[in-house]
């Protein structure tokens, strides 16, 4: 299809994106008899060219739905903001003696792991925080490892509690409780942010490593966490 007839396909499925009622200027004209989707479009586009509330209304509908995706952006950065300090809070003195239902005691901790539809990491966290937890961001990696190496899961990784913020000059990973998050060799050092993967995620196969992902291209199953005090 050309670029024009691209243009015209995406108004034609803004139109009926926004189920805007439009009065044509020549409503009488029947597009079923025409041979192409591109003449059709094109019939369309000079049908309405006239008639500036459908694109006006159009613009109105974007700008509104655009200025509201910006507020809820900003809401979910603070609240995420406010779930960060309750992790370091819960990492440092846990409330909870036992793991509630369905969080299980395993690995050192108190975590679920998803058996429902995926999720990107975002609403994973959202997730987990409706469930009085958030994405796991355990103290024995080796032991968390382990269990997640016993999980069955077809989709290759879960995503767990970990995240470089891409706001910062010089990203680095941390836990969501603010520990750096380290690489498991001999050296210990930082885990190095590379392109756009600025997310973590643990493989469910071979050696169960963690590692970054991206954020939000993929939905993948996810793990929970509630942090509880030791014995």
């Known amino acids: 299809m050309s670029g024009r007839g691209l243009m015209l396909l995406l108004v034609a499925s803004a139109l009926g994106l926004f189920a805007v009622p439009c ?6 004209q029947d597009f079923r008899s025409l041979e192409t989707l591109e003449q059709a479009l094109m019939n369309l586009e000079a049908s309405l060219n006239g008639t ?5 209304r159009i613009r109105e509908l974007w700008a509104a739905a655009t200025e509201r995706k910006v507020k809820l952006e900003a809401m979910r ?5 406010s779930m ?4 370091q809070l ?5 409330i909870l003696k036992e793991c509630p239902a369905p969080f299980e005691k395993v690995a050192g901790g108190c975590f679920y792991a998803s058996d429902e539809k995926l999720r990107f990491w975002n609403d994973a966290r959202l997730k987990c925080g409706r469930m009085g937890g958030d994405l796991a961001y355990p103290r024995d990696i080796l032991s968390f490892r382990s269990w997640v190496g016993g999980l069955q899961n077809e989709y290759g990784y879960y995503y767990i509690g970990a995240r470089a913020d891409p706001k910062d000059e010089f990203p680095i990973f941390r836990w969501l409780d603010g520990r750096r998050l380290l690489n498991e060799e001999k050296y210990r050092t930082d885990y190095l942010v590379i392109g756009d993967d ?4 643990v493989q469910s196969y071979n050696d169960n490593k963690i590692k970054n992902k991206d954020c939000g ?3 993948r199953d996810y793990i929970c966490e509630i942090k509880v005090m030791q014995e």
């Open 198 to 201: 600025l997310c973590v995620g």
């Open 217 to 219: 291209s993929f939905r």
């Open 52 to 56: 500036s509330f459908c694109f006006s």
């Open 23 to 28: 009065a044509a200027e020549d409503p009488g």
């Open 77 to 81: 950065d603070d609240l995420f903001i």
């Open 90 to 94: 819960e990492a440092s003195s846990p």
């Open 84 to 87: 960060n300090r309750l992790a």
